[in-house]
DNA sequence: GTCTATAGAAGGATAGAC
DNA sequence: GTCTATCCTTCTATAGAC
């Protein structure tokens, strides 16, 4: 089918061992042995390590900057909804470049990258469901970045089912209170 | 006071630096740079790179073990409560630390850290407040790590108690459900 | 497209003067 | 205790043959 069944072999074993090791953590040699081919040969088909690392997130940047602009032509309830919904999938689909957009926004300089802080935070706002409470905002970020990391720590899909037990979870956190408090 | 103010700089500018940068991601140089001396000397205060970490991070570690052996001795509902309120003020009073304790047990092998993953785990289930429901699992999992996320992301301590919002989000996740489905 | 060989920089760590 | 100088290794990247 495809031809370019190199390339995607790199790809694939970058993702892998990046998220096992970081971005710093994992030479280009590493990789060239984890492919089984040379340095050089990685070096041909991404003109440096960032390109390779840009390369692989890519595809969920973009996605992640999809689900931003669908966002905003929601408000409020629906928006919250949507946000959750989207993210999980969103985090679910692209396991192994979720780590990598963490580390790798303090690891290197990558242009491409631009403009994605204030999109992070717009999907804090819509998970809070835009509550102006700051224990809403915080409950977000809690939520949002521990999505992210446990399904990045979760490697193996035993019998529950990950993306309903996330969702539910931050059902919990998010959905508005009903005044009843201890 | 304390005569040993280059090893307290030393430590001071690794844990500001690792935090930012990750452990792969700072140099002996980058740091001996921040202090103002050389590499040899941060080398004469600590046998190796890894030594520094082990130093910076020792302190945290063995909190987080007495919390553990603590919380050993309550069950069910108290020792969830104890669990939350223990773990956010650990991890407010060792922010920077967290974050090296996630990546250098990937990034090292320091053997001081042997045992770490069982006691995390334990932490989870006290979080989860023993409940064999997956989705308590899961919750624990989104609220442990969400909130060494936040701390560590949430560098300005602005109007907000941070404390008590992480401790309420954590109530909101983790208190036992009054079945109330939409 | 893939390789070997190597350049050139940066990393951690040591030796020895002061 | 702190320094300069140096060693050895590893890293990214390039050159050029096949």
């Known amino acids: 089918m495809t031809r370019n069944h190199t390339r995607e072999d790199i790809l694939s074993e970058a993702a892998r061992l990046f998220a096992r090791a970081g971005y710093k953590g994992t030479s280009l040699h590493d990789i060239a042995v984890a492919v089984g081919c040379s340095k050089a040969?990685?070096?041909y088909h991404f003109s440096s390590k960032d390109a390779l690392l840009a390369?692989?997130?890519?595809?969920?940047?973009?996605?992640?900057?999809?689900?931003?602009?669908?966002?905003?032509?929601?408000?409020g309830e629906s928006a919250r909804a949507a946000a959750v919904d989207g993210f999980v999938?969103?985090?679910?689909?692209?396991?192994?470049?979720?780590?990598?957009?963490?580390?790798?926004?303090?690891?290197?300089?990558?242009?491409?990258?631009?403009?994605?802080?204030?999109?992070?935070?717009?999907?804090?706002?819509?998970?809070?469901?835009?509550?102006?409470?700051?224990?809403d905002d915080i409950a977000a970020r809690?939520?949002?970045?521990?999505?992210?990391?446990?399904?990045?720590?979760h490697a193996d899909p035993d019998g529950i089912d990950l993306r309903d037990a996330l969702t539910t979870v931050a059902e919990r956190v998010l959905r508005p209170r009903t005044r009843q408090e201890s």
């Not at 809690?142 to 720590?153: K, P």
């Open 41 to 43: 040969t990685l070096l």
């Open 142 to 153: 809690v939520v949002l970045s521990g999505i992210c990391t446990v399904v990045i720590e």
């Open 89 to 135: 999938d969103l985090v679910l689909r692209y396991r192994r470049q979720v780590t990598l957009v963490y580390d790798s926004l303090q690891a290197t300089e990558i242009p491409r990258f631009a403009g994605i802080d204030a999109l992070s935070e717009r999907l804090v706002r819509a998970f809070a469901g835009h509550s102006p409470d700051p224990v």
């Open 55 to 75: 390369a692989l997130v890519e595809p969920a940047i973009q996605e992640l900057r999809a689900l931003d602009t669908r966002l905003a032509t929601l408000d």
